[in-house]
């Protein structure tokens, strides 16, 4: 498959600003991934094109899209276009989850199968201005939590939601976590 071809449907290369040798590319990744179940699953012995990996790294690659598949139907459950109303009074009002949808501990992995069973809260506006932490600096709780509810669903503002996701998300590259080293605890 070539490049051009390749990076409609995926990317073409791995990520150069991480210390080290940096990930395998997407690409060759799948390449060790097509050769192993070709090869009935023989994933100690990588293909022979250099660049490749270790059959355990496109292993690992190949668990990793299948999480990052389970986080967007985690996402869905709680989340889901038929499950959220927006709420007029919050500026791109978007859906926001916790414990996160890629988190074990997400609602969904829990047994929440609707957003509306989990507790419910909202963005509260304290000023104006540009910086959206400082405009959106808090939540209030909507409704009267049992305290037993295995998640949090809110009403965010779109570009907030964003910028939190993409600096966690930028976070778990960069600390190259892995989902069996990272468990979320919140303690009051």
Same mark, same amino acid.
């Given at each position: 498959?070539?490049?051009?071809?390749?990076?409609?449907?995926?990317?073409?290369?791995?990520?150069?600003?991480?210390?080290g040798?940096?990930?395998?590319?997407?690409?060759?990744?799948?390449?060790?991934?097509? %050769?192993?179940?070709y090869?009935?699953?023989?994933w100690?012995?990588?293909p022979?094109?250099?660049?490749?990996?270790?059959?355990?790294?496109?292993?690992?690659?190949?668990?990793?899209?299948? /999480?990052?598949?389970?986080?967007?139907?985690?996402?869905?459950?709680?989340?889901?276009?038929? /499950? %959220?109303? &927006?709420?007029?009074?919050?500026?791109?009002?978007?859906?926001?989850?916790f414990? %996160?949808?890629?988190?074990?501990?997400?609602?969904?992995?829990?047994?929440?199968?609707?957003?509306?069973?989990?507790?419910?809260?909202?963005?509260? /506006? &304290?000023g104006?201005?540009?910086?959206?932490?400082?405009?959106?600096?808090?939540?209030?709780?909507?409704?009267?939590?049992?305290?037993?509810? &295995?998640?949090?669903?809110?009403?965010?503002?779109?570009?907030?939601?964003?910028?939190?996701?993409?600096a966690?998300?930028? %976070?778990?590259?960069?600390?190259?976590?892995?989902?069996?080293?990272?468990?979320?605890?919140?303690?009051?």
């Open positions: 498959m070539s490049c051009g071809l390749w990076s409609s449907r995926c990317c073409c290369r791995g990520r150069s600003d991480l210390p040798p940096g990930p395998v590319p997407d690409r060759l990744c799948l390449q060790g991934i097509l %050769f192993a179940l090869n009935d699953g023989a100690q012995s990588p022979p094109e250099p660049g490749v990996g270790s059959g355990q790294t496109c292993w690992r690659r190949l668990e990793w899209w299948q /999480k990052k598949s389970q986080a967007n139907n985690n996402r869905q459950a709680i989340c889901g276009t038929t /499950k %959220f109303t &927006k709420d007029p009074t919050i500026t791109d009002d978007s859906c926001d989850e414990p %996160f949808a890629g988190a074990y501990e997400s609602g969904a992995l829990n047994g929440v199968d609707h957003g509306k069973d989990c507790g419910q809260v909202t963005a509260v /506006k &304290k104006s201005g540009t910086g959206l932490p400082t405009v959106w600096p808090t939540v209030a709780v909507i409704g009267t939590p049992s305290g037993n509810e &295995k998640c949090v669903r809110g009403h965010i503002p779109g570009p907030l939601n964003s910028d939190l996701g993409g966690y998300g930028n %976070f778990v590259i960069s600390a190259r976590l892995t989902d069996d080293a990272l468990r979320l605890q919140i303690a009051s």
